[in-house]
């Protein structure tokens, strides 16, 4: 269980999570090598949520503008 330091580190990596952009994503990767596997799950998790719902901005750069 998580004391009230790593509840905090875990609120932290969901809220990286949420953030659009390569940097974000590198932080979060970075993640997966923590010493506290309670932590590097997290972020595998936050990770894995990203690949299916990524955040607003990195959804709007997948779309082509239309032609006109």
Do not use: W
């Not at 659009?20 to 932080?27: I, K, V």
Request: one cysteine or more.
């Amino acid at each position: 269980m998580l004391g009230a330091c790593g509840a905090l580190a875990s609120k932290a990596i969901h809220s990286l999570g949420k953030i659009p952009g390569p940097e974000a994503e590198t932080a979060l990767r970075d993640l997966l090598r923590h010493h506290d596997p309670s932590l590097s799950a997290t972020a595998q998790r936050v990770l894995n949520r990203r690949l299916t719902n990524p955040p607003e901005s990195d959804r709007m750069r997948i779309i082509k503008p239309l032609d006109d």
